[in-house]
């Protein structure tokens, strides 16, 4: 039960109204700072004024600030039971934290109370999304639009759904209808763009991410998707220069380094750099891989520098670049300038011919170990492949997935041992899929896949050749030149640099083959290509 409202005197209400009109005005120019400071002034003389309550909660939202804004939600709840727009802030909120469950019980409790709630519909669509309920996200999408047919937002975020689902003509038609009801939509027009980078459109998608640019010239997520795009076309120098943009792009979760020293503005190759500098991991183990490809002609301009990558690839690091220093941590005192490890791209990799000769392996496994492991797996077979066929990667993992199953073809070959590159605990799985299908996948139980990055390397060293999705696993054994048969998803998935070929291996590792879903989700056709690959290789050295 609600508590009585005060009464305000009329000197105070048309103070609180004045400090509440100020506060609108800036929530309409998008300056929320300010507009948090007049609401807050306007509720300090009415503490119950719902109209003030609503609006302050949905700038502290936007502001982040997000216990404050709880406060206010809860007192506004208590005291107007049965408003929708109070429930609606409240599952904003929820959303913001990620509690997908709590949000969803908050737009019903809106929609409840207002039926014909458009955004409230919209909202509960957007969450659907995220919790991958993409049908459920489409019904709710659908009623908001039903709702109100103007809604630019809802069809915005209904192109993302169908884009989810793989429905990629149909969700360029929503991003129309979005930029048709609001001309200046500039993450419509990015949105459209990464659609049509789907379907391999690639100069409309290029065009889109322009135009998304020109409306916002501080869209980060435009210039990042653009780069991208550039980097993948092998467009090396523009795209390696918008790769900046990837520090302001939320959704990516990347984190600068926090440091009082000067950032590595210029490298010449021509000119020694005496100065001492500090290269700091970024991103995941495989994109550190990626790019340690560049430490050798790194450390003959810069040879003080210092690396600091994942600890788990140190002793993988210091067996390859002996004249390299790599730690753990670093001291301010201890360097002059520092660089994140991806921008090594704009200084050794601008284009195509920087390519040209790379060595077919720049880190060396321990050899004295593969051969251990080699002996203990090879039994009576000739030949000893490595296979891997699962991602955990949040975001696209499932699309660069594959089941166990879909190798079936492949592992049916005689004269070949095939051994787990895959990390965690598949000791279940692999004894009820070895014993369903009458097959014999290995374990290497000397070596932990996971945390022991130098034996995983010592294996797949082990192996004649290695077939594996897009993982860790493939920037190692590509890394260490080996000879690797590498299955990529179509569209979602396909990351830039797997797209950067020369007739079929990959540009980064000359000892890469790359095969390609030729339908979206189907690897029927990859495996069996790659089985005909190795079949014939096989029986060529009998």
Not at 125 to 143: C, P, T, Y
Not at 248 to 256: V, W
Request: glycine share 6%; charged share 25%; hydrophobic share 40%.
């Amino acid at each position: 039960m609600s508590r009585p409202l005060s009464t305000p005197s009329p000197n105070n209400f048309e103070q609180a109204k004045h400090f509440f009109l100020l506060g609108l005005e800036n929530i309409n120019k998008e300056l929320f700072e300010e507009a948090e400071r007049f609401l807050c002034l306007s509720l300090d003389l009415l503490p119950d004024r719902l109209s003030t309550l609503t609006n302050l909660s949905a700038v502290l939202i936007k502001l982040d600030k997000l216990e404050k804004a709880n406060e206010i939600i809860s007192k506004a709840i208590a005291l107007y039971p049965d408003n929708e727009n109070i429930y609606f802030n409240q599952g904003q909120l929820f959303e913001n934290n990620k509690n997908w469950h709590l949000a969803l019980a908050s737009y019903g409790k809106a929609i409840g109370l207002k039926f014909d709630y458009a955004e409230a519909h919209m909202s509960r669509g957007i969450v659907l999304n995220e919790m991958k309920r993409f049908e459920e996200a489409l019904v709710s999408l659908d009623q908001a639009i039903e709702i109100k047919p103007d809604l630019a937002v809802a069809h915005n975020n209904r192109g993302i759904v169908l884009k989810e689902l793989k429905r990629f003509d149909q969700a360029l038609q929503s991003y129309d209808s979005a930029i048709e009801f609001k001309h200046d939509y500039a993450e419509a027009y990015s949105n459209r763009g990464i659609a049509l980078v789907e379907l391999k459109r690639f100069d409309e998608a290029l065009a889109c991410y322009e135009q998304a640019i020109e409306l916002k010239p501080d869209f980060a997520d435009a210039y990042w998707n653009k780069s991208v795009l550039l980097l993948s076309l092998q467009d090396f120098e523009n795209g390696w220069l918008l790769y900046e943009w990837r520090w302001k792009c939320k959704h990516l979760g990347y984190s600068a380094m926090v440091t009082g020293k000067p950032k590595l503005t210029q490298l010449k190759s021509d000119t020694r750099y005496e100065k001492k500098l500090l290269v700091w991991a970024e991103q995941g183990v495989g994109d550190q891989v990626l790019y340690a490809g560049m430490f050798d002609q790194l450390l003959k301009m810069a040879p003080s520098s210092q690396i600091m990558l994942d600890k788990r690839l140190t002793p993988l690091l210091k067996r390859s670049l002996p004249q390299g220093t790599f730690i753990e941590s670093a001291l301010e005192s201890e360097y002059d300038e520092h660089l994140p490890i991806a921008d090594l791209g704009k200084y050794f990799r601008t284009c195509r011919a920087d390519f040209d000769g790379l060595k077919n392996n720049y880190l060396v496994a321990d050899k004295t170990r593969a051969n251990k492991i080699r002996n203990s797996l090879i039994g009576h077979n000739k030949f000893l492949c490595g296979i891997n066929w699962s991602s955990k990667t949040e975001k696209i993992g499932v699309e660069k997935s594959m089941q166990l199953d879909d190798l079936l073809p492949l592992l049916g070959l005689k004269d070949i041992a095939f051994v787990s590159l895959q990390y965690g605990d598949v000791q279940q799985q692999l004894q009820v899929f070895n014993e369903k299908h009458a097959v014999d996948i290995l374990e290497c139980t000397s070596v932990d896949n996971f945390d022991d990055l130098d034996g995983h390397a010592a294996l797949i060293e082990a192996c004649d050749f290695v077939v594996s999705i897009s993982n860790t696993s493939a920037h190692i054994a590509g890394a260490i030149g080996k000879e690797t048969y590498l299955m990529c998803p179509t569209g979602k998935g396909l990351l830039w640099y797997w797209s950067n070929q020369s007739n079929g291996k990959s540009l980064w590792y000359p000892s890469i083959h790359i095969h390609e879903q030729h339908s979206m989700g189907q690897w029927d056709d990859v495996v069996e290509k790659i089985k005909l690959i190795i079949e014939k290789k096989i029986n060529e050295i009998k």
